[in-house]
């Protein structure tokens, strides 16, 4: 019934059929692919009003230009409680040139933006949504979720500019409106995992619920020397010189209901109905396993990942661009034959005991919120909240099936709040290649060190070739260095809350306070150095910050250990344990209770560098900013008296 389908599965089977039987998890697959990633063409001049702008790298060095429709979007995800397709129409973005195809069984995922340093990106928005009266609500209700069919985008996790037609999540894109994003990448940017999503206060969690997130990523060259770092992606060269295989995973919720006889929201639907996200009834506490959706990997649910080669180096680059489910990534070998045809996500914790192995496989961890660390962290979990990003270094060992697990985590690491058991996301399939049968930690540190040798300039190839030999240090690839207590200037606190107690309602508060669109929260020096605090008064909630990243000082939890270290013991929750300086841009602020007696106390800090502007800080439940967790941030030019400016002059 489903030509794509079928046309999937033929094209796992020719690559697979040389060298290994079809298992039974085969033959019901949907392929996962990477994401498209942009394709650059000629414009015609005729065709667009934005003509006169550059339109891509041939024709124009440096420049690259999207151009994406925000539209309803007819598609179908695989529902493998009833084995059936779900039809759904959600908002989504939709290549405006046509470039890719873009039928019912196109996945509900983003194209990937693939730039280099230096680079120009220029992203024009078209709203193509119906008109939304609910847009342009302001004062107390801004906090209560609206402007479904309003728009804007955030590059998250980029060092650009924060104002104008920069990374600007401070303008409403209403129907009908079109508008160009420019962001100029400076030469002097990390490479590294990176992605967008729309960020309009009052629909940013149902827009990206929707499936409108992608991968964003800074691919760089630089060779580091005996005083400067380099990129990582100049050591991760195979022996001919080209770029290791590597896997774009865009891990996404898309929490689409269907409506029941009574006019409420049902995840059951019928053959025939069409799911929707158009409330936020669907979110909030428990909605995710209460909804049975699987997180899906570049909008294949359960799919097989195109296949590996046993031994063979991959970078894995994982994007948490869900909103209501915590992810424990972990490899397992696929023991059983079970074919994954019907299978409820309730059911899949089952499902794993029967036919995954009992031992996670080792990946290297290299970069988090696309930063490259100090250190190759090898691991059997990674715990991606909402937001994250992971990349790993992947070896699947042995020709085979393996199992892509979202494993159990205890329930102060999960936003749900609840002990979460464990989901399937999909499975990848090793074909023939050089078997390990060693300690893959080993293999891998081996396999950096020849291409350090392979690949590293004569007067650096000794440094980052001892660094490799000891601990797996990846010291000449880091791109911002510590920041040591003497560089400190100043300290900011930050404190979340959802208010339960008041009798007008929930209020979800930073500081005490709910979001106020026209009061700055804070203002910041340029230049400044500060070193944050960040707590909650109730429950979990990952810290977002536009801009500037942070480096990790310490996460001490309530009884005063810091659980921050290479093989801390955080009760079970493996999250923490590594994270010590380590840089990124989102954070799980935990408290596993609901006063501010259990909250952990976690210490960052911060450079703001090169650009000024207002931009915000939130929480990455998504679902939580968009009802008053967040906070407007201004940079300014200090006074040269130790303030900052302020007002205009
Ligand atoms: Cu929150």
Not at 489 to 512: M, R, S, Y
Request: proline share 6%; with cysteine; hydrophobic share 35%.
């Amino acid at each position: 019934m489903f030509v794509s389908h079928k046309i999937a599965l033929f094209g796992v089977a020719s690559v697979l059929s040389a060298a290994h039987v079809l298992s039974a998890v085969t033959q019901e697959a949907r392929t996962v692919s990477n994401p498209p990633t942009y394709i650059l063409e000629p414009i015609t001049k005729s065709r667009a009003k934005l003509e006169t702008f550059a339109q891509n790298r041939a024709t124009f060095p440096g420049e690259v230009l999207l151009d994406m429709n925000v539209t309803y979007l007819d598609r179908q995800v695989y529902n493998p409680a009833t084995a059936r397709y779900d039809r759904v129409r959600l908002r989504g973005y939709q290549d405006a040139r046509q470039a890719r195809p873009s039928g019912a069984d196109t996945p509900l995922v983003g194209p990937t933006i693939d730039v280099r340093p230096g680079e120009t990106v220029r992203i024009t928005l078209n709203n193509m949504l119906p008109q939304d009266s609910t847009c342009g609500i302001g004062g107390g209700s801004a906090n209560t979720p609206h402007c479904f069919s309003g728009t804007n985008l955030h590059s998250h996790g980029l060092w650009v500019n924060p104002s104008g037609n920069g990374d600007n999540v401070l303008v409403s894109i209403r129907p009908g409106v079109e508008f160009q994003y420019e962001y100029n990448i400076p030469a002097d940017h990390p490479a590294g995992t990176f992605w967008y999503h729309p960020h309009l206060h009052g629909s940013t969690a149902l827009q990206v619920s929707s499936g409108m997130s992608g991968a964003l990523i800074i691919r760089g060259d630089r060779m580091p020397t005996p005083t400067e770092t380099g990129d990582l992606d100049r050591l991760l060269k195979q022996p001919d010189g080209s770029d290791i295989p590597e896997r774009v995973l865009v891990l996404q919720q898309i929490q689409y209901a269907c409506t029941d006889s009574d006019g409420g929201i049902t995840y059951d639907c019928k053959p025939g109905q069409v799911g929707g996200i158009e409330s936020y009834d669907q979110f909030g506490p428990g909605s995710w396993p209460a909804s049975g959706r699987f997180t899906s990997i570049n909008g294949q649910v359960l799919g097989q990942l195109a296949p590996a080669v046993a031994g063979s180096i991959e970078r894995w680059r994982m994007i948490h661009a869900g909103v209501r489910d915590t992810i424990n990534f972990e490899i397992r070998r696929k023991t059983g034959t079970a074919a994954l045809r019907t299978l409820t996500a309730a059911d899949t914790h089952r499902w794993i005991d029967q036919n995954c192995g009992k031992d996670a496989i080792p990946y290297g961890v290299v970069a988090q919120d696309g930063l490259t660390m100090a250190q190759v962290q090898m691991r059997q979990q990674a715990v991606l909240q909402p937001g994250y990003r992971v990349d790993a270094l992947v070896v699947l060992p042995q020709a085979g099936d393996y199992c892509l697990v979202d494993a159990a985590a205890p329930a102060a690491a999960s936003v749900n709040q609840i002990a979460p058991s464990r989901r399937l996301l999909g499975i990848v399939t090793a074909v023939e290649g050089n078997a390990v049968n060693g300690e893959i930690g080993t293999y891998l540190q081996d396999w950096l060190i020849s291409a350090a040798e392979r690949t590293m300039a004569q007067d650096v190839a000794g440094k980052v070739i001892d660094d490799l030999k000891g601990e797996m240090r990846l010291s000449s690839f880091i791109p911002h260095p510590d920041i040591a207590p003497g560089e400190v200037t100043g300290e900011q606190q930050l404190v979340f809350n959802i208010d339960v107690k008041q009798p007008g309602g929930t209020f979800f508060e930073i500081d005490g306070k709910p979001y106020d669109t026209s009061r700055i929260d804070r203002t910041l020096p340029l230049g400044g150095v500060d070193e944050w605090t960040l707590r909650s008064d109730f429950v979990s909630h990952p810290f977002h910050i536009h801009v500037n990243p942070f480096q990790i000082i310490k996460i001490v939890d309530a009884a005063g250990n810091d659980v921050s270290a290479l093989g801390a013991n955080d009760d079970g929750d493996p999250q923490y344990a590594g994270l010590k300086n380590v840089w990124k841009d989102t954070l799980w602020i935990k408290n596993p209770g609901t006063d501010p007696s259990t909250s952990y106390t976690i210490t960052v800090r911060t450079r703001y560098q090169r650009y000024i502007g207002e931009f915000v800080l939130h929480c990455h439940i998504l679902d939580h900013e968009d009802q008053g967790m967040m906070q407007n941030v201004r940079i300014t030019l200090p006074d040269g008296h130790g303030g900052t400016v302020t007002g205009h002059h």
